[in-house]
């Protein structure tokens, strides 16, 4: 929490600074010959890039922008990158893209198809980049064998992703391979499936993918939310350094937004390195990833998934709902690609109901277990929540960008999990922590 606590300063810091910056618009309407002021605008964030310096801001008016293949900016690898942000900030001076103030910029990518190679939206290299308010939509897959797309691919170090949404496309909202520091606050990824390539199960069509390479260090998701991605909704695979998912929301994954069955299906999925994997392929240590704060709810396959990770992760006041299974710690072991009971868990004040299971593979002896639902052996009802009415999930955010304050399992003054919990340090009211995501308001 006290990285947490540390980003959401230096976005306070950031926001000081514009005062001195300076400012440059792009608009539907714009034109890259232009020079960027406000009545005379650029077209292209692309362009803005190339005026830029650290802390200046670049404020993007509403509309929708069709991107086209010839506005590829560079191929990197195997992607197509449309806009390609390799120019970089420095602390304390970010350089800022910003939704112009009550609008909405939505960029749309379905004209962008280019062929033999995967589509990135936006790819970034750089770093101290904040990135806030707009809409990526519509971005497209080509390649018929196994194959991704993204929104956004990061690549850089303290960057700040906020506010963004993601979309009825094929791609994955936002995909992290390196970098450290990384903040992605209050974004939403949803109605994504690949329906082109593979089997058109979208199988590799995430809300968020975090798999960052050795060294990338401390990124950290805080109030995301993902729902109807034909995969899974946050998924950690290929994660060789701990990350942190906080107060997010997963929802609906695996399915179609007409909830037929497609991908794996898993609302957290923490880890795991692919079955194939052995020895120093792995990580050592296994990096303990943290999944706190968390809701998951009706996900094809998994609420919370340990998905044979080789070591143990921090579970910490979630809440699952309806998902195939609620709790699942499967392990693995390092060397032989032998699945076991999941150990090393530290799992504190955990809550479920109504899974098809509610846990799986979680062996008492080999786990830090305390004060979940089904340690203490207390099985919920209908009656210990305000509500369990499933369209509050998708209501609309508050005007800060913060999830919707909704009384979806929230607890009842008088319930049973009021005070259940461990003192872990967080903050919490009345004689100990209530059970699960949410604190109760006595």
Not at 62 to 71: D, I, N, P, R, S
Not at 144 to 151: D, F, I, V
Not at 180 to 203: H, M, P, T, V
Not at 347 to 354: D, F, H, Q, T
Request: glycine letters at 10%.
């Amino acid at each position: 929490m006290k990285k947490i606590s540390l980003l959401l300063l230096s976005i306070i810091t950031l926001q000081i600074s514009l005062q001195a910056s300076t400012v440059y618009y792009v608009a539907v309407d714009g034109n890259d010959n232009n020079s960027g002021t406000k009545n005379l605008p650029f077209a292209t964030i692309q362009k803005a890039q190339s005026v830029v310096q650290p802390g200046d801001t670049v404020y993007i008016r509403g509309g929708v922008y069709h991107l086209t293949e010839a506005q590829i900016t560079k191929q990197e690898r195997i992607y197509a990158c449309v806009t390609y942000l390799d120019k970089s900030g420095t602390a304390g001076k970010y350089i800022n893209y910003f939704n112009y103030p009550n609008e909405t910029p939505v960029f749309d990518y379905a004209t962008v198809k280019p062929a033999n190679l995967r589509v990135a939206a936006f790819y970034v290299t750089g770093s101290y980049i904040h990135l806030k308010g707009f809409e990526v939509v519509g971005v497209q897959v080509t390649i018929k064998t196994h194959t991704q797309s993204e929104c956004f691919e990061n690549h850089g170090s303290n960057n700040i992703y906020e506010q963004l949404k993601m979309h009825d496309g094929m791609a994955i909202g936002f995909y992290l391979l390196e970098g450290s520091d990384n903040f992605i606050l209050n974004c939403d990824a949803y109605n994504n499936w690949d329906y082109f390539s593979e089997n058109g199960k979208g199988g590799n069509t995430d809300g968020f993918g975090c798999h960052p390479r050795e060294g990338s260090r401390n990124n950290v998701f805080k109030g995301c939310r993902a729902w109807f991605n034909s995969d899974d909704g946050f998924d950690l695979i290929n994660a060789f350094e701990a990350t942190t998912f906080d107060h997010c929301w997963a929802f609906y994954n695996g399915f179609n937004k007409d909830f037929v069955s497609e991908g794996d299906g898993n609302g957290f999925k923490s880890g795991g390195y692919g079955l194939q994997k052995l020895g120093n392929q792995i990580p050592n240590p296994t990096p303990r990833n943290t999944i706190q704060f968390c809701l998951a709810v009706r996900n094809k396959a998994n609420g919370f998934y340990s998905n044979h990770h080789t070591g143990g992760s921090n579970w910490f006041n979630n809440s699952a709902y309806k998902n195939a299974t609620n709790y699942n710690m499967l392990n693995r072991l390092r060397d032989t690609i032998q699945d076991v009971p999941g150990f090393n868990h530290i799992m504190y004040n955990n809550l479920g109901y109504k899974g098809g299971r509610e846990t799986q593979n979680i062996d008492a002896a080999k786990n830090t277990l305390a004060n979940n639902y089904f340690d203490l052996n207390l099985n919920a009802s209908d009656t210990d929540f305000i509500s369990l009415d499933e369209k509050l999930l998708t209501t609309p955010r508050n005007a800060d960008g913060s999830l919707p304050d909704i009384s979806f399992m929230r607890l009842k003054p008088n319930s049973q999990f009021i005070d259940k919990g461990k003192d872990i340090g967080f903050v919490f009211k009345g004689t100990a922590p209530d059970l699960g995501a949410f604190e109760t308001n006595k």
